[in-house]
């Protein structure tokens, strides 16, 4: 595609929850991320995955969070058991090959848990 | 875990004016600086990628230099217009992960 697109746009559920959220990197990148950006926070680096390699999860804040690329292109965030701690701005970017070039990222899914 | 810092965490200019901010990070170790621009209800949007000490790069009105020795990397906005309003990140890493920094939201007030 043109560019990164992530779905839902918007997400309000119920604490105690599940939530998937999507991500469709530009065709061709190798390299796609998962960051959030919780209120008055930077962006957090959330997991990395990379063509066919073990994806790297050392950001991911608990085990109620998995992430998983099927096909080398589309992602899914899972959140299992939502919490409000868990409200934030979540952005998905790819690159073509890690950092250089930077990355292009979408328009985020923002995560509201009540 | 790498630190990057930035200052200031907003400022508020008037139209035409031209102002700077900075971000800060360890020197050790250094693999490259990038700047990202986001816009409200928009996506980030990569302005520059630096690599080399004493780097700078211009985009229009926007430039950036970096200096990996004391690290620090500054980013100018000459003529501010309202379009300009955004919050600037920086984000310093290795060749597969960056780091960001809080940002710093800028207002242009016409």
Redesign the interface.
């Known amino acids: 595609g043109a560019g990164v697109s992530q779905s839902p746009s918007n997400k309000v559920t119920e604490k105690g929850k599940d939530v998937e959220l999507r991500c469709d990197p530009i065709s061709g990148h190798t390299a796609l991320y998962w960051y959030r950006q919780s209120l008055g926070q930077g962006l957090e680096f959330l997991i990395y995955f990379q063509g066919n390699s073990a994806p790297d999860k050392s950001g991911l804040p608990s085990d109620r969070f998995s992430a998983e690329r099927t096909g080398g292109s589309v992602s899914t965030l899972t959140i299992q058991r939502t919490q409000q701690e868990d409200s934030a701005v979540y952005l998905c970017a790819s690159s073509l090959f890690g950092t250089e070039g930077g990355y292009t990222f979408g328009s985020g899914t923002r995560l509201t848990v009540v | 875990i790498l630190n ?1 810092e930035q200052s200031p965490q907003s400022l508020h200019v008037q139209e035409g004016d031209s102002t700077n901010f900075t971000c800060s990070f360890p020197s050790s170790n250094f ?2 600086l ?1 700047w ?1 621009r986001w816009e409200t ?6 302005l520059f ?1 630096m690599t080399l000490n004493g780097d700078e790069k211009k985009k229009g009105r926007i430039s950036a230099t970096l200096n990996t020795k004391e690290g620090y990397s500054y980013l100018y906005i000459k003529g501010s217009q309202p379009e300009d309003s955004a919050t600037y ?1 920086c ?1 310093g ?11 710093t939201l800028l207002t242009v007030n016409p």
């Open positions: 990057v693999y490259a990038h990202y209800a928009k996506s980030p949007e990569a990628v990140l984000a890493g290795s060749n597969y992960k960056l780091t960001f920094g809080k940002g």
